[in-house]
Every structure is written in structure tokens, then in C-alpha cells.
């Protein structure tokens, strides 16, 4: 064996465990859940292949439509809420703009430390009839019978869900730009300073273009998570009342696994990788565009 195939035999044994690992737990199951996505099966016996019937019902089922909808303004917030919210928060803190740097740090990155069960229950005590939103409401209306009914509308009852996401993960972006933030060389900035430049220049000039990746990938991380949500809102609302604040996931649960639709709930499954590729894709040709025009 020469000293080039003994290298290549290396490389593969060193690889050889993760690529097992990554086929075993990603690969199998989404080629597994896509052929089973074509059957009508229950989780025992046999299958019963029935084509393109799931996508049939599914795309032809209000729910789902509406689940969908709600999942694209959590992709919504989370893409234009949470990486711009976060980002400026970063900044703020980067450039010293505010005093006590370190206690806001900890305080915005706090909410994502804490379970999603324990906030769900948290922030439905605050949304409740008895929260104290509703108190508020009362006390500056003079309204002393007002009750918060935000959550029997269906176009309206997945703000406050929203609001919970946007407040809770707002922290982890925040963070992750502050560590690249660290990263630009400060002499750069410097130098604009003495240059003349404005903070309004430094930061379009020369802070934003090399932040183009690092925002990139935080939005890949926001449109996959924003896709799949599933535990906070099941907490919160279990996808109620009346399926109004459903997502793609609950509906994906609630049929695989309480009416055991296997086949439907693996087309449902693999709708969702379809649209997070879909959406990546879209997100990564925009991101290469702004990246020549930086160049």
C-alpha cells in the first residue's frame, strides 16, 4: 500500500464513526420516512400503499393550512425579530453604549436557560384571566370586568406565543453575535474613528459586511427551529383552543401518535424538511448576493 492510499485509509477509518453515526440517526430515518409517507399504515400489520393520498389530505386539511400559517410568523419573528433585536442588542453592549454591559448580558440571555415547560407555565399565568396583562388592562381601562380573550381569536392567538419566543431566544443570537463582534480587529476601528468615520459608517462599512456570514448562519439555526417548534407552544396551548395556535409539529404529533396515522404523520415530516431546505436554500442564494456586493 503506498503512502497516498495509506493516508486515504486513515481519513476514512477517523470518518468512519460520525458518517455511521449521521446515516444511522438522519439519514435512515428521513429516507425510511419518506417511503412510508406513500402508505397508510397504523404501527402494526401491514401497509397499505396508497401514493400521493397523505399530501392529498394534508394540503386539503384547514388545520394544517393554518398550523403552516403560524408556522411561517414564528419563521417570521424569529428571522426579522430575533437576529435584528439580538444583533443590536450585541452591538449596544460591543460598542459600551450603555452602562452596566455585563448585568444587561445576563439578564436578555437569562430567558433561554430556563425550560420551555416552566415558561410555557409561567406566561400562561401572565396571559391568563387572572394575569397580570389582564390586571393592567383593568386597572388603566377602569374596566373591572375586562377578561383577555386575545386566545379565542384565530387570526390573533398566536401573538402571544410570539411575544414568548421572541423574548425567550433573543438572548442566544445576542450572544452569538457579541462573540464575533469581539473577533473584528478594534485598530480597524480605530482607524476609522481617526479617519473621520461616523458610528453610522463603522457600522455598515465595516462592522456589518463582516457580520454577513455569522447573520447567515444564525438565520439557518432560526427557519430550522422555527419549523420544527413544538414544545414551548404544546405547553403553552397544546396548538388550542380550536387548533388556533397549532403548528406544523403539534399537527405531526397529534396524528402519528393519538389517531396512529403513521404514513400521514411521516408526510407531514417530510413536508417540514422540504420547507426548511427549501427556505435555506432561498436564504442561502440571497446571503451569496449580499456577500459579492460586499466584496
Known amino acids: 500500500m503506498t503512502f497516498k492510499q495509506q493516508k486515504m485509509a486513515s481519513y476514512w477509518l477517523l470518518i468512519a464513526p460520525g458518517l455511521i453515526l449521521f446515516a444511522a440517526v438522519i439519514v435512515f430515518p428521513v429516507f425510511y420516512s419518506f417511503s412510508l409517507s406513500f402508505t397508510k399504515w397504523s404501527g402494526y400489520g401491514k401497509s397499505l400503499f396508497v401514493g400521493l393520498e397523505n399530501y392529498r389530505n394534508i394540503f386539503s386539511d384547514p388545520v394544517f393550512l393554518h398550523g403552516l400559517r403560524n408556522n411561517m410568523l414564528i419563521v417570521a419573528i424569529s428571522v426579522f425579530g430575533q437576529i435584528p433585536l439580538g444583533f443590536l442588542l450585541a452591538y449596544m453592549l460591543h460598542r459600551k453604549m450603555v452602562r452596566g454591559g455585563e448585568f444587561y448580558q445576563t439578564m436578555i440571555f437569562l430567558p433561554i436557560t430556563i425550560s420551555p415547560v416552566v415558561v410555557a407555565l409561567l406566561w400562561n399565568q401572565i396571559f391568563s384571566s387572572s394575569g397580570i396583562v389582564t390586571a393592567l388592562i383593568r386597572n388603566f381601562s377602569g374596566n373591572s370586568q ?32 457579541l462573540a464575533n463582534l469581539q473577533k473584528i480587529n478594534p485598530s480597524v476601528l480605530e482607524a476609522a474613528q481617526i479617519d473621520g468615520a461616523t458610528e453610522g459608517q463603522m457600522f455598515f462599512r465595516i462592522i456589518l459586511p463582516s457580520m454577513v456570514g455569522t447573520i447567515t448562519t444564525t438565520a439557518i439555526f432560526a427557519i430550522a427551529g422555527s419549523l420544527k417548534a413544538f414544545d414551548l407552544i404544546y405547553a403553552m396551548t397544546g396548538g388550542g383552543p380550536a387548533h388556533f395556535t397549532e403548528v406544523i409539529a403539534i399537527y405531526m ?4 401518535f393519538k389517531y396512529y396515522k403513521y404514513g400521514f404523520g411521516s408526510a407531514v415530516s417530510i413536508i417540514i424538511v422540504l420547507l426548511s431546505v427549501g427556505l435555506i436554500l432561498i436564504l442561502q442564494s440571497a446571503s451569496k448576493k449580499i456577500e459579492k456586493k460586499y466584496e
Open 146 to 177: 375586562y377578561v383577555m380573550k386575545i386566545f379565542e381569536d384565530k387570526s390573533q392567538a398566536i401573538i402571544p406565543i410570539l411575544f414568548v419566543l421572541l423574548w425567550m431566544h433573543t438572548g442566544t443570537y445576542m450572544i452569538i453575535y
Open 253 to 256: 404529533y397529534t396524528n402519528t
